[in-house]
T-cell receptor, first 112, second 113 residues
Framework: GQQVMQIPQYQHVQEGEDFTTYCNSS?????IQWYKQRPGGHPVFLIQ?????EVKKQKRLTFQFGEAKKNSSLHITATQTTDVGTYFC????????????FGKGTKLSVKP | NAGVTQTPKFQVLKTGQSMTLQCAQD?????MYWYRQDPGMGLRLIYY???????DKGEVPNGYNVSRLNKREFSLRLESAAPSQTSVYFC????????????FGPGTRLTVT
């Protein structure tokens, strides 16, 4: 079946360092979404990317969708302790299958 | 608005027991989902309901059944619980299935002994 691969699985950074997580699909995605889950919490939607080569920013977070619509990345500039959590990408392949396929997530820890 | 609510928050079952997890949303969403989350496995879709009156299998449907009771409510039933079903279960809803953000409930932590 279709899979969305996400790396790295874990990332430990010092506060103030940058952080990037990557998602890859072997087939073209219709769109990709990103979610954040705080420890003990539930996933919360961050953003959706639809267009080839799309770049969106939310304060210190930058989201990119690849030209071929097979990969995506989330980059956080100057991490803060409030960024702690697990970041998931979720791909939609369109067609008859409308549901999202989630990556396994990248767990970010930030040392103050 | 409460968003997506789930009951119970925690549950301990013995192997072979049955139970139903309840989910309700007050956002007038058409689509609802059940996921399970296991350490290192991300979120895996169990079943979803694209619209009232329809349900479809997701990635890991075995051992589960669902009912879309009405537009607001979507329940998940474990007929004969097994230790492999120990997990955190999340319900989610969205306006539609394709290009809409999903709103998640707080989750149910289930342990099967």
């Amino acid at each position: 079946g279709q899979q969305v691969m996400q790396i790295p699985q874990y990332q430990h950074v010092q506060e103030g360092e940058d952080f990037t997580t990557y998602c890859n699909s072997s087939t073209t995605l219709s769109n990709i979404q990103w979610y954040k889950q705080r420890p003990g919490g539930h996933p919360v939607f961050l953003i959706q990317l639809v267009k080839s080569g799309e770049v969106k920013k939310q304060k210190r977070l930058t989201f990119q969708f690849g030209e071929a619509k097979k990969n995506s990345s989330l980059h956080i500039t100057a991490t803060q302790t409030t960024d702690v959590g697990t970041y998931f990408c979720a791909g939609n392949y369109g067609g008859s299958q409308g549901n999202l396929i989630f990556g396994k997530g990248t767990k970010l820890s930030v040392k103050p | 608005n409460a968003g997506v609510t789930q009951t119970p928050k925690f549950q301990v079952l013995k192997t072979g027991q049955s139970m139903t997890l309840q989910c309700a949303q007050d956002m007038n969403h058409n689509s609802m989902y059940w996921y399970r989350q296991d350490p290192g496995m991300g979120l895996r879709l169990i079943y979803y309901s694209a619209s009232e009156g329809t349900t479809d299998k997701g990635e890991v449907p075995n051992g589960y059944n669902v009912s879309r009771l009405n537009k607001r409510e979507f329940s998940l039933r474990l007929e004969s619980a097994a230790p492999s079903q120990t997990s955190v279960y999340f319900c989610a809803s969205s306006f539609g299935v394709r290009a809409y953000e999903q709103y998640f409930g707080p989750g149910t932590r289930l342990t099967v002994t």
